[in-house]
Nanobody
């Protein structure tokens, strides 16, 4: 069982930056692939970024070049650095963990989810 807790959300002006962090419980964090997803009001949960257990990274086209995902296995954390934020980045951001085989873009591949953190970008 893994428990995930996100932090770092907030209100920021367009063009600004935020850093989201997700801390995981459990002693096997390093063996999990980790992902960030987001969900805007009335929308579906969408893939943002993922990092494998060997730190291969993947990004949605909409955030490539602006967002960076990283992990610290010693601290059981995965971070999402978000730069050059746009109004359309406004959403609740969720951290997720996947064990075993997974497809990084598919929310159904992930076994554990945090409760989310709100990111609001003002135009």
């Amino acid at each position: 069982q893994v428990q995930l807790a996100e932090s770092g959300g907030g209100l920021v002006q367009a063009g600004g930056s935020l850093r989201l962090s997700c801390v995981a419980s459990g002693r096997t964090f390093s063996s999990y692939a980790m992902g960030w997803f987001r969900q805007a009001p009335g929308g579906e949960r969408m893939f943002v970024a993922a990092i494998s257990w060997i730190s291969s990274t993947y990004y949605a086209d909409s955030v490539k070049g602006r967002f960076t995902i990283s992990r610290d296995n010693a601290k059981n954390t995965v971070d999402l650095q978000m730069n050059s934020l746009k109004y359309e980045d406004t959403a609740v951001y969720y951290c997720a963990a996947a064990s075993g085989s997974y497809y990084y873009r598919d929310p159904g591949s992930y076994d554990y989810w945090g409760r989310g953190t709100q990111v609001t970008v003002s135009s």
